[in-house]
């Protein structure tokens, strides 16, 4: 599978001039402070205070708290040499309820945190939407209902009024895969729900806001921004005779639903047939996939590892899994006849493995149905479990594994601009240790150590990697110095 002969464990590779090197987060994963300054209630504050839905049952009350020391966390950003960073906006900090005028105060927090990152000379990337959806809308129905939608293109207005004079790139959703399976069919993300049409829905009216917002930002920016927006898109690898057909599938469900519409202007003919028996796709009404296919500057691809599939025994043929009950609930509706195979390691604390080449066959995937498209990295990163020892210094984090896995993944990136991708930057997820979703605080993303008992910022021996990288352009050997 893998091309044997290469670790993809290059050093010394230069990157171009214009190459971004940044550093990303999410609102609800490092904010904190939910009940400030006249923010509403989110999706996933209501999620992670039901009992159950998340690990220790961690929250993101107070996160890094990061809300209270944008301050610090600018000029830590700024001390590892970032050249950009990518932050989402709270929806509900913008409007409580998802409805009505713009909460100044909101405003004013992004609005600070913008301003300081132009006075460092750190490039502003903001995401209008990292899943944490005004719980108002979610009563209404969430994604599922159309007004979830044209909701999100006047909450795109109303932040594109007051930061559209400075934000750099503006991306519109992040992995609205995640959005819509994990939050509606799987129900391991907010809101919950365990639903394969409304999951469909979801997807489409996510789709839809995208293409609103994208459309409403244009309206009312001041500057020459670039607009975007990041999809996990689902790097797969086929086994054996079925292999192919298992690719297929779950590329029309995971992949090709959002760049679709997004990008050709149109559902693919082979997904609608996929999943008849889920849903009609009556929900799509018309001049909506006109709305969606706006032109963007850039495509965001987050990456982590691959996926390995192939159709169950006996099945394959036309008919397979109408998606209800045999079958436990799936992210993958219309697909219960797809196997997800184990793949061989190393694994990181997540379980995913690690397969750096996977990134450069992806990018080169994209760059192939996309060529026109300019591609940014917009996450990759890597949780494992950090050890905190005593250096002379005061405390460090000896984290080799992580700096190991962030300069295989920049040796693949490189790889794929040798051959020609017109990628444009890469981010680190994470700038900070934070809230893993439904693994709470259990999971370490950042290439800074957050003391969640003291809320102190330990930059691990991987940020000074990449601050030497970003600084030199140029990929370091594995240990500094
Ligand atoms: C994402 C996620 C991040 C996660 C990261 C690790 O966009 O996937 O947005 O929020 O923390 O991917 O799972």
């Known amino acids: 599978m893998t091309s044997g002969s290469t ?11 214009s190459f971004v090197f940044g550093s990303a987060t999410a609102s ?15 999706i996933w504050d209501t999620f992670s205070h039901t009992p159950g839905r998340v690990l220790n049952g961690d929250t ?10 944008v301050e610090e966390d600018l000029d830590l950003m ?17 409007q409580p309820t998802g409805r009505g005028p713009a909460n100044q105060a909101g405003l004013d927090f992004y609005s600070r945190l913008v301003d300081g990152l132009l006075e460092r000379g750190i490039t502003p990337v903001a995401t209008l939407y990292h899943w944490d959806l005004p719980q108002a809308l979610e009563d209404e129905g969430g994604w599922t209902n159309r007004e979830t939608a044209l909701a999100f293109g006047e909450y795109a207005r109303l932040v594109g009024h007051a930061l559209g004079d400075r934000v750099a790139v503006w991306t519109t959703l992040n992995e609205p895969w995640c959005a819509a399976y994990l939050g509606y069919a799987l129900g391991e993300h907010a809101p919950g729900r365990t639903e394969p049409r409304a999951s469909f829905q979801a997807a489409h009216h996510l789709n839809l806001a995208h293409g609103l917002a994208v459309q409403a930002l244009r309206a009312v920016v001041t500057n020459d921004p670039q607009f975007s927006v990041t999809l996990n898109l689902h790097a797969l690898r086929g086994d054996g005779p079925t292999g192919a057909e298992a690719v297929r599938r779950i590329d029309a469900i995971g992949n090709r639903v959002f760049t679709g519409p997004m990008l050709h202007g149109t559902y693919p003919a082979d997904l609608l047939e996929d999943t008849a028996s889920i849903t009609d796709w009556s929900f799509v009404l018309e001049g909506d996939t006109e709305i969606i296919h706006q032109k963007l500057d850039v495509l965001g691809v987050n990456y982590y590892s691959t996926s390995l599939v192939r159709m169950r ?3 394959g043929d036309a008919g397979g899994a109408d998606g209800h009950g045999e079958f436990d609930a ?3 509706p219309s697909a219960d006849d797809v196997e997800f195979l184990p793949q061989p390691g190393p694994f990181t ?5 690690i397969e750096p080449s996977g990134l450069e066959e992806l990018l080169l995937a994209v760059r192939a149905e996309f060529p026109e498209m300019p591609l940014m990295v917009t996450e990759n990163g890597v949780a494992f479990e950090d050890v905190v020892t005593e250096g002379e210094r005061g405390r460090v984090v000896h984290d080799d594994d992580r700096i190991d896995y962030l300069r295989r993944h920049l040796t693949a990136a490189h790889r794929a601009l040798a051959a020609g991708v017109d990628l444009r930057g890469y981010f680190v997820w994470s700038l900070l240790d934070n809230f893993e979703w439904s693994f709470g605080y259990s999971m370490r993303f950042g290439i800074v150590r957050v003391d969640f008992d003291t809320l102190e910022r330990i930059p691990k021996d991987s940020a000074h990697w990449y601050a030497q990288l970003a600084a030199t352009r140029t990929i370091p050997e594995a240990r500094l110095g």
């Open 78 to 94: 700024k001390r590892l040499n970032l050249g950009a960073y990518r932050f989402s906006i709270a929806w509900p900090r913008i």
């Open 313 to 315: 025994n006996g099945a």
């Open 330 to 332: 799936s992210p993958w």
């Open 7 to 17: 670790d993809y464990r290059d050093s010394g590779l230069v990157f171009p001039e």
């Open 60 to 69: 993101g009350d107070v996160a890094d708290d990061h809300y209270h020391r």
């Open 28 to 42: 609800y994963q490092v904010e904190g402070a939910v009940r400030e300054d006249g923010r509403g209630q989110s």
């Open 349 to 353: 604390s997540m379980g995913w493995n």
